[in-house]
């Protein structure tokens, strides 16, 4: 005779969650984890960009806004990414820069000639995750005007990265109600291992900016 | 009982441990990272409160003649230029008691120099007038969110840490990414051992990995 199926408890939920979570999320881990460590050591490697450059005559779009602009180019020249527009353009000149995480390129339309410089920086694997750790579209150094994320991948990856960091906080405090369940089987390790994290964490938070 | 069952159940034991134990003591780390992760990813960045203070600041003679008197100073090479700039920056920093990450080389332009100086939740803005001999010191309380920023951010890719503080703090989020990196790999490992999630963890895995590869692909490739 079969028996009914009980439905899961909290206690399996919560560790259900816990592993779903951490298996979905494992590549987008590895990649900030791993692009963070290489971030705080930029000396480990010296791969330099690859730089090319290319000419092509453009049409100058009768687009209003710089943006609008600089995808009717872009579309003239086969590119894609993120755009960005700085406010220093010089006389004479159409400039803009379109990122990609592992591509910089800088667009220069000379609008006496028509003739627009694409120069195309290749930021090589370890740039490349250097670049992936930081790609929102709308950081402080681009320096824009008007910042906004103006390509879908750059939304899509945006909206990973927002994903994965409340992914990661449901992992800790999933963690923490596992860590609860077992203090009875391990409390000394436990409350141990919490404990010095918590000190460091504090001292870190609070402690030099008031110790000095 | 066999050694190979023995040696299994040692390393499962072992295993669940580390996983426990690693996990619990990088936890708060990690939420440091999330929490400023959402936050950096919208610049969302409240200006610090910000407080200025004016101190007399006395600079001996012959810290001062290097950094300003032209007779001395257009003789010298770039060498020794940076040294006697350093001196300046040296006695700045014992004088008013600064500790944190020094940005500033101590270049007098106008009879002027400026230091940043930098810890998690505080930073100080020296600007330095070496005529009158006064400092304005500009203090950036930079409050709950804006110190998790700071450790995000620090010590990054751009400078060299040179504070034994941002050093310190460069070692635990070294040792955040190991112990992560542990952990979902000892995860793993446990997950394979729980035949009720086997099936569905699969299907979980793939549609991450399918995600992560297309995102990918759009943002690097397509």
Not at chain 1, 157 to 186: C, E, N, P
Not at chain 2, 73 to 88: G, K, N
Not at chain 2, 150 to 156: A, I, Q, R, T, V
Not at chain 2, 193 to 219: D, M, N, P, Q, T
Request: proline share 5%; aromatic share 10%; charged share 15%.
């Amino acid at each position: 005779m079969q028996t009914p199926r009980r439905p899961a408890s909290i206690k399996k939920w919560n560790r259900r969650i816990h592993i779903w979570l951490g298996l979905y999320m494992l590549l987008f881990l590895w990649v900030i984890a791993v692009s963070g460590l290489f971030m705080n050591h930029p000396g480990w490697f010296n791969a330099q960009p690859v730089r090319t450059s290319v000419e092509q005559t453009v049409m100058m779009p009768d687009a209003v806004t710089d943006l609008e602009k600089a995808t009717d180019i872009m579309d003239q020249l086969g590119i894609t990414g993120e755009v960005l527009i700085r406010g220093n353009t010089p006389e004479g000149k159409f400039n803009f820069t379109c990122v990609r995480p592992n591509l910089r390129q800088f667009v220069s339309v000379d609008l006496a000639t028509f003739n627009a410089t694409l120069q195309l920086v290749d930021l090589q694997l370890v740039g490349t995750l250097g670049d992936l750790h930081t790609f929102t579209g709308v950081r402080g150094i681009y320096r824009e005007p008007n910042s906004i994320r103006d390509w879908l991948p750059t939304r899509i990856w945006s909206f990973s990265m927002d994903a994965v960091a409340i992914g990661v906080i449901l992992m800790v405090l999933t963690s923490l109600y596992m860590g609860w369940q077992r203090l009875k089987v391990h409390p000394l390790g436990s409350m141990a291992s919490f404990a010095l994290g918590i000190i460091v964490t504090v001292y870190f938070m609070w402690g030099l900016a008031w110790l000095g | 009982m066999t050694a190979k069952r023995t040696f299994n159940e040692a390393l499962d034991r072992f295993t669940r441990q580390l996983h426990l134990y690693g996990g619990l003591f990088v936890c708060s780390f990690l939420l440091i990272f999330a929490i400023s992760t959402i936050r950096l990813n919208h610049g969302w960045n409240r200006p610090p409160d910000e407080t200025t203070i004016t101190v007399a600041l006395p600079i001996p003679a012959d810290v001062l003649v290097d950094v300003i008197n032209p007779q001395v100073t257009d003789d010298m090479t770039p060498e020794e230029q940076a040294a006697a700039w350093q001196a300046l920056v040296d006695h700045i920093v014992t004088t008013l008691d600064l500790h944190g990450e020094i940005a500033g080389a101590g270049a007098v332009r106008n009879g002027r120099t400026m230091l940043n100086v930098a810890r998690p939740g505080l930073v100080k803005r020296v600007e330095v007038n070496v005529r009158t001999q006064e400092a304005i010191i500009t203090e950036r309380r930079q409050g709950l969110f804006g110190t998790m920023r700071y450790l995000h951010l620090n010590p990054g890719p751009h400078r060299q840490p040179q504070w034994i503080g941002t050093k310190a703090w460069g070692w635990i989020a070294d040792a955040t990414v190991y112990v992560t990196l542990l952990l979902t790999l000892s995860g793993i490992y446990l997950w394979v051992f729980v035949r009720e999630e086997r099936k569905a963890g699969i299907v979980v895995l793939g549609a991450g990995a399918v995600s992560f590869v297309a995102i990918l692909y759009a943002l690097m490739i397509a």
